[in-house]
């Protein structure tokens, strides 16, 4: 069985080493799912490069891909596609509709942008399977503002997630603990992402957010 560098390579994905190299933190958090019967939804298909490496690597799950243009030539017996505007509400209403609720990992390789980032992760987020990861790729193009963001960083809003991690400050310093699934159950005044997200795991370039299994 290959590794997931090895598919990556093979495939031609710049997710591989010879590329962004993310696939040592994929392999890190996604190993002990490998051979489960999971879903996995990928935001942004390109020429389906990674479609085909997910396909392989995850040998028994099901494959889902958006783009904003028709992909299907990309379609195998495990791997379906839709279009999809992240920008747009109505377009991720549809796809949290039709997938979120029975996806394990989210993966937002689209427009990079880091208002559609927000977006996308603001509406896909809350209905990824609890356990489930939802990762955010090329995160440094928010450093190009004039480019990917003009008026929002995804750098900037992984700060937000590490204080919703840790419930903004909301647990009584009477009793500090760090044990997060006692402790939601004991704060009513707790918004979604303060809630059910358990990590958050950035590198150069990547941000990878847990959700809460409570």
């Not at 989210?106 to 356990?131: M, N, V, W, Y």
């Amino acid at each position: 069985m290959r590794t997931l560098h090895e598919i990556a390579t093979a495939c031609g994905t710049d997710k591989g080493p010879l590329g962004h190299n993310y696939t040592p933190y994929y392999d890190m958090f996604f190993a002990p799912l490998r051979d489960k019967p999971i879903t996995l939804f990928e935001i942004g298909v390109w020429e389906g490069a990674s479609l085909k490496m997910w396909e392989e690597y995850f040998h028994n799950a099901e494959i889902v891909g958006a783009d904003l243009h028709n992909k299907t030539i990309y379609e195998t017996d495990r791997i379906k596609t839709i279009i999809m505007d992240q920008s747009s509400e109505n377009h991720l209403f549809s796809a949290q509709f039709a997938y979120a609720n029975s996806t394990d990992i989210i993966i937002d390789d689209g427009s990079h942008k880091a208002e559609d980032q927000i977006l996308s992760f603001e509406t896909l987020f809350p209905d990824l399977r609890p356990g489930g990861m939802y990762c955010v790729e090329d995160t440094l193009c928010s450093y190009d503002k004039e480019r990917w963001g003009k008026t929002a960083s995804f750098i900037d809003y992984i700060s937000k997630l590490t204080g919703d991690v840790n419930m903004n400050g909301k647990m009584s310093n009477l009793e500090i603990c760090a044990n997060k699934k006692q402790q939601v159950h004991k704060y009513e005044a707790l918004n979604t992402f303060e809630r059910n997200i358990e990590w958050v795991f950035v590198s150069c370039g990547l941000c990878i957010v847990k959700k809460l299994f409570i």
